[in-house]
């Protein structure tokens, strides 16, 4: 496991004002000004991205697209220019990333100089900053993070957080689980300020699964909705470590790319896509794509779909109808939407309902079976006739009915909505 991924006034003001807190900074050079766009950053077209995978070149990408990715990792400058050529926004990892290059003048010129290059770079899209840092560290990143955001708002610092399993050492906080984590999310949010939340959670042990991986996706949603800002999930595809965590298979692939889009994530990652010492990779070193290479082609084309539709759209509860793992809700009594399992037991794991709307008023649901060793059909109910969204299509079909049979694979999941 690694230990280590508004309008122009406002936003010129707000560059004034970040800049103002660098004491151990001259102004902002004429250079790093033109590299500036009055854009903020925005998620844009929903992330699907992996960790640790091999230097880019024309070969990869093309092997990347057609996984269905769309964000890549770039160790080098150039990288950013082969995936441009593919269509592919660039995550950039460069040594002068880092909280200590504003407090050294030769360092800080760097970076400086760094941004001014690459801010205009039509495939950039982020600058990597850490991988789970301990709470300590999240003044200094949000020093980083604002300055990043002053010199080149248009692009996002990312920064990537420890699961719930971490321990009271690794986040910084004390406390129980939910005690210790809740806090280390709290000073996360205030201090670092990010405009993005990550983390990464991997559930799949050797013989059974962890209980925290609901609460983790419950608690990282509401983080995010109360900062106003996506979220993205890193998930499990290998095992680094064969006498205690197993390689999913395609179908429990299917189950963690449905529960976090049930969950209204606008971004997916994957843990890993080829990487040293890491079995049951996505593509094995040698650049031969594995089983679940071949099982993302079209997850990660549902999942981009589905986020992209529910992009203007607020999650307004998600709910379990059978399982009371930590974190899981059970659907309330007047909720719009319910399944009917008449047809047959819904089984110890029973269905996701991820509830979205415009208002307050759910409108679009996502259906996923939790079950994924089993295919399933059941009937979802509505307030009104219903429609069902094709991720292959893009394209919503309607049914003409207030209740809908559903025929989900293990795993799989379904969006709808009321008719409009």
């Not at 295919?375 to 292959?392: K, N």
């Amino acid at each position: 496991m690694k230990t280590l991924v508004r309008q122009s006034n406002i936003i010129k003001l707000m560059q004034i004002v970040c800049l103002s807190l660098f004491v151990h900074s001259p102004r902002m050079h004429a250079k790093e000004a033109a590299a500036a766009s009055d854009a903020p950053w925005r998620v844009g077209a929903p992330i699907v991205t992996y960790w640790c995978g091999p230097s880019l070149t024309d070969a990869v990408a093309e092997q990347i697209v057609e996984g269905g990715f769309n964000l890549v990792w770039c160790r080098d400058e150039k990288e950013l220019d082969i995936a441009h050529r593919h269509g592919l926004r660039g995550q950039l990892h460069n040594g002068l990333l880092t909280p200590a290059s504003l407090d050294d003048p030769k360092r800080r010129e760097q970076l400086d100089a760094l941004i001014a290059r690459v801010g205009k770079h039509p495939a950039l899209y982020s600058y990597y900053l850490i991988d789970e840092p301990n709470a300590s560290l999240f003044p200094a990143l949000g020093r980083l993070v604002a300055y990043l955001r002053a010199c080149d708002p248009a692009h996002l610092a990312y920064i990537n957080l420890f699961p719930t399993y971490a321990s009271n050492e690794q986040l910084g906080t004390k406390g129980d689980v939910v005690t210790a984590y809740k806090e280390h999310l709290r000073l996360y949010v205030e201090q670092a300020k990010p405009a993005l939340i990550s983390y990464d959670h991997y559930q799949f042990r050797l013989k059974d699964d962890s209980d925290q991986y609901f609460l983790n996706l419950a608690m990282i949603r509401r983080a995010a909705q109360d900062a106003a800002v996506p979220f993205l999930n890193i998930v499990q595809t290998c095992t680094w470590a064969p006498n205690a965590m197993r390689v999913p298979n395609a179908d429990e692939l299917r189950y963690l790319v449905y529960s976090t889009l049930a969950y209204g994530a606008q971004g997916i990652s994957y843990y890993v896509y080829a990487c040293a010492n890491h079995h049951g990779s996505i593509v094995g070193l040698d650049g031969v794509p594995g089983p679940l290479y071949h099982a993302l082609k079209s997850y990660n084309r549902e999942f981009a779909a589905i986020a992209a539709e529910l992009q203007p759209l607020r999650s307004l509860g998600v709910y379990h109808t059978s399982m009371r793992e930590p974190g899981c809700e059970p659907p309330p009594a007047d909720l719009p939407f319910r399944i009917d399992s008449l047809n047959s037991p819904a089984g110890p794991r029973g269905f996701l309902l991820g509830c979205f709307g415009a208002k307050d008023k759910p409108t679009h649901v996502i259906v996923a079976n939790l079950n994924y060793t089993a295919a399933v059909s059941e009937s979802l109910v509505g307030p009104g006739e219903l429609e069902v969204f094709d991720a292959a299509t893009a394209q919503w079909a309607p049914a003409k009915k207030a209740a809908i049979e559903l025929s989900l694979p293990p795993g799989g999941g379904k969006l709808l909505r009321v008719a409009p």
